[in-house]
């Protein structure tokens, strides 16, 4: 019998799908609700596993790692694509890693519900009116007539550029190979530069992969380009925004407001300054985190992916 574990599982719901069932007699499965961060710890949590099931990018999977698992064959990642593994480290050590597939709306729809509880000062009027503060007590924004800026007009940034147009907002795009004819099929207009977009717009939202030339892109200069009343949001990866410019920028109260649904440090330590840094809506990575994408995508798909490892016919294998 293969026995698999499934890391990261913060709201114990892994294990209770009912696709897991139909293997019942040929897999046996388990999840950790917490997340360990120290090798030593993990590798004896999850030794004597043939089968790891990663939540993500929420546990780093590196050689070292892998190099003392020798009981593991398969890795599954929620997703198709996972920063954290070492793909390479699992090939040469003869681990298999395949993938999920994985929904573009839910992280549309945060973008969007960070969008507007920046604009609307959601948080702060909630919490005035749960604790008998003040009954009013900010201004709200207005999108209708405003920019918005889209960084990075792929899979998710185009469904939140055609929403942005919905809302009656001129939308301005930018990536390194975004073309006119692309960015207007999306109803957006090609900025000249990201330094453009950024000064143009009142709402700059990311959508990009993290990458060599992704990383450190927006930094002081950049942010610094950008309207004293402009809103960023950033629900791709964290280091894609230099991190002591982005905290300096929050610090100095630079900008309106900022959202962020990703951090360079995961799970967020608890006395870490984002925690309570001014005018920073933040949420703790949910931008996949839905009902939907657990339960069509993630978990079942996962399933399949062990299923067909255990009959010699790997599918959607990464790498």
């Not at 890693?97 to 960070?114: D, Q």
């Not at 894609?240 to 610090?251: E, K, N, P, S």
Request: include cysteine; charged fraction near 20%; aromatic fraction near 6%.
């Amino acid at each position: 019998m293969l026995r698999c574990v499934v890391l990261d599982d913060y709201q114990t719901v892994a294990t209770g799908y009912p696709e897991w069932a139909a293997y019942a007699d040929a897999l046996s499965v388990d999840a950790l609700s917490d997340h360990i961060s120290d090798t030593d710890e993990l590798v004896a949590r999850i030794g004597e596993y043939d089968v790891v099931v990663a939540m993500r990018e929420r546990t780093e999977i590196n050689r070292s790692l892998l190099e003392r698992l020798p009981r593991l064959k398969l890795i599954v990642t929620t997703g198709m694509r996972n920063a954290s593994i070492d793909v390479t480290a699992a090939a040469e050590l003869g681990i298999t890693v395949c993938g999920t597939e994985s929904a573009t709306a839910p992280t549309v729809e945060l973008t969007w519900a960070l969008i507007l509880g920046l604009a609307r000062r959601i948080v702060a009027e909630n919490n005035a009116l749960r604790s008998g503060g003040p009954w009013q007590s900010t201004l709200g924004v207005d999108l209708h007539g405003r920019t918005l800026g889209v960084i990075g007009l792929g899979r998710l940034g185009s469904r939140v550029a055609r929403v942005g147009t919905a809302f009656g907002m001129q939308t301005v795009a930018w990536s390194q190979n975004l073309t006119a004819d692309a960015a207007a099929a999306s109803g957006a207009r090609l900025a000249s530069s990201l330094d453009e977009l950024l000064a143009v717009s009142d709402v700059a939202t990311i959508h990009l992969k993290l990458s060599d030339r992704t990383r450190g892109l927006l930094g002081a200069q950049q942010l610094g380009a950008m309207k004293p009343s402009a809103l960023l949001v950033n629900t791709s990866r964290a280091p894609i925004i230099d991190q002591a410019a982005l905290r300096d920028t929050l610090a100095h109260e630079r900008l309106g407001g900022v959202a962020l649904d990703v951090f360079d440090v995961e799970p967020l330590p608890a006395d870490d300054y984002l925690r309570t840094a001014p005018r920073l809506l933040a949420t703790p990575h949910l931008g996949y985190v839905t009902e939907e994408n657990y339960g069509t995508y993630f978990f079942p798909q996962a399933v399949e992916d062990i299923a067909a490892f255990a009959a010699g016919k790997a599918i959607r294998v990464i790498g």
